[in-house]
């Protein structure tokens, strides 16, 4: 009770401290029964969990084309093409995943899917390849949009990684505060940016089209030196492949939409399957669109611009800064320095930040899902005050920032580490719904639901054999690029997740209540007593009192010698006091205190192994931080040890100075005070029952 008490007490000096910030920072606690408020309807849900693919067609289509100038400008004309299959494999991916969503509505998406169907260890594998890419996703997209921020703001691009890492936390402080009022803080700026897309778009189609107006991009004029010319065959067609892996970055997302189908409006997997729906064809649209604006204003981009960009015979130099592919193309159709053309380029830089709430939203889902399955702490798996899985979300936090400090916040070196993990989930999860199909035709007998199977299986067939192949792909074509890291990172979260589970395992079977006789429900043959004292007083007498009451086989105090005379002054104290218990000193020669006590207790249980030794430590309980530093925290020590000792039980018997019952009222007047915004219509006992929104 004392060590219970004692951090009570604590926890109330420095709580009030920390309320005030932490309910401005993510606003008040709400109660558990309020979850239901915080879950999404689809207009909210579309930017919370599609604002990273979304947000990709900013820098898909300039990846594609930065392979394909390689072989210099002649190969551009291959991007139409390669923007066919990436729309084929995005199609493709979304068919696949609304039947997850119908399957497997409880938000485990690939994991759940794979697990169930795969067995274990695939599971554990698409859970450490989604975990990955969470964490990529937000190390990419707020790197990207730092880049894109430092083009007009010279102070973000010379402090890349301070700046990145602020967003990291701004984004976190976000997320902190719940899922729906992040999403509402993300939607506008993400419908921005999708509107300013699409008039682009159209704007674009209807001058080149209709006008017949010339739309030139600022690197029209420019050559691109081919570092390898007269591509052909087999090296035409690995270029071609390294394109289009590039170009599947647009992909990336599209899973977090299968993990996060409990946090949508009922009913959950409907509402899930139309947010991909919408997704996907707002994706597809935008990414045609811009690459075909592209190929029409002749916009040109190298991976070493400097040199590789030429202007009238002459390389464009290193002072020269290339620009997005969305940021060439919105000059040349709005014109440069135009208001949509502001607006636009705002849109984008905030929704590429924004674009990580799709990993802050999938991760700390995920999480929780493994934690439950006790492959991560259990922590995970708790909601914080907003109910939102706070713990997953501050370590999601954490690997961003590590890595961006990495990487320096690089988007060009972190993009190659992308894409690997989420074609791993994507086939293992496809491959899993075809065996889940296969496992339901073999039962069901109605015809009507056996045809409707039977389509969902040829969808997921599909889908696993392409994004099979185009795992083989990405593998081939970036391994030597990076992405050989996010495999290790792969491999070190797999064998993290089977330590963690197989240690859980362990401490389940050790703990688990025996069906008959075992040592832990046998009474013990005898119980000693011990209380440990240093002098007397009210504390000592108190540890005293209390023992007595425990009617222990034994009972003794207990006192370490290490200053003769105090000893000597303590023996006739307790003599003249006529106290009954007897009292033994153990001698201490080199003036410890801690081993002498640990030692005796030790030999107490040798010599009698199925007796309990019950250690009584009387304690002091002070009220503020500072007077612990003006006490020994010799019995502090002792607990720490003592714990390590079978068969030892310890006893806090704590004494409360004046200044305790001072954090006591103080603590006592904290729960009578409500911070800023905790009530707002009256205290929470008067409050009247809310009605839940409509769905």
Known sequence: MGGRQFDALRS?????????????????????????????????????????????????????LLVLSIAGVSAYHFSPWIAVAVVVLMFTVVASYRQNVHAYPSGGGDYEV?????????????????????????????????????????????????????????????????????????AIPTYVFVAGVFIMIAWGAFRGLVLDDPMRAPTADYEIKPEHQGLAGFALVFLLLRAFSSGCAALTGVEAISNGVPAFRKP??????????????????????????????????????????????????????????????AEAVFGKGSFLFIV???????????????????????????????????????????????????????????????????????????IVGVFVSFTLSQTGMVR????????????????????????NTFGAFFTGLVLVVVLVTKFTHGAWVALLGMVIFYATMTAIRKHYDRVAEEIAAPEGP???IVRPSRVHSVVLISKIHRPTLRALSYAKLLRSDTLEALSVNVDPAETKALRAEWDRRGITVPLKVLDSPYREVTRPVIEYVKSLRK???????SVIIPEYVVGHWYEHLLHNQSALRLKGRLLFTP????????????????????????QEWNAPGAVRRGPAQERPKETSAPK
């Open 12 to 64: 109330s000096v420095v709580s009030k401290l920390t309320d005030v910030p932490k309910r401005i920072l993510i606003g008040r606690a709400l109660r558990s029964d309020r979850l239901g408020e915080t879950l999404l309807p689809k207009r909210i849900a579309l930017p919370v969990f599609a604002s990273d693919p979304l947000s990709s067609v900013a820098y898909a289509p300039g990846e594609v």
């Open 268 to 329: 959950k997997s409907k509402n899930a399957a139309t947010t991909l729906a919408m997704m996907g064809l707002l994706a597809v649209t935008m990414f045609c669109g811009i690459i075909a604006l592209a190929a029409a204003t002749k916009v040109r981009m190298a991976e070493n611009p400097a040199v590789d960009l030429i202007h009238n015979g002459v390389p464009i130099g290193a002072d020269y800064v290339q620009h997005p592919v969305i940021a060439q193309v």
């Open 344 to 418: 636009l380029a705002a849109a984008t830089a905030l929704v590429l930040f924004l674009a990580a709430n799709t990993a802050y939203n999938g991760f700390p889902l995920l999480g929780s899902i493994l934690a439950q399955d006790r492959y991560l702490p259990r922590q995970l798996h708790t909601r914080g005050d907003r109910l939102a899985f706070s713990n997953g979300i501050v370590l999601l936090a954490g690997a961003a920032a590590l890595l961006v400090w990495i990487y320096g916040a690089d988007s060009t070196r972190l993009i190659q580490l992308y």
């Open 607 to 613: 010599e009698s192994p199925r007796d309990v030794v």
């Open 114 to 186: 794979a697990n169930t169907n795969l067995g274990p260890k695939a599971g554990l594998t698409v859970a450490s390849a989604l975990l990955v890419d969470y964490v990529l996703t937000v190390a990419v997209s707020i790197s990207s949009g730092i880049e894109n921020l430092g083009s007009a703001i010279p102070f973000v691009i010379e402090h890349k990684v301070l700046c990145a890492v602020a967003v990291i936390v701004l984004l976190t402080l976000m997320n902190l505060r719940g899922v729906k009022e992040s999403g509402s803080l993300f």
């Open 436 to 459: 889940h199909w296969n496992r339901h035709l073999a039962t069901e007998k109605d015809q009507a639901k056996r045809r409707h199977m039977i389509r969902s299986r040829a969808i």
């Open 518 to 520: 075992s040592d832990d």
């Open 647 to 670: 068969g030892v039980m310890v006893t806090s018997v704590p004494y409360q100075l004046q200044s305790s019952e001072a954090a006591r009222k103080r603590a006592r007047k904290r």
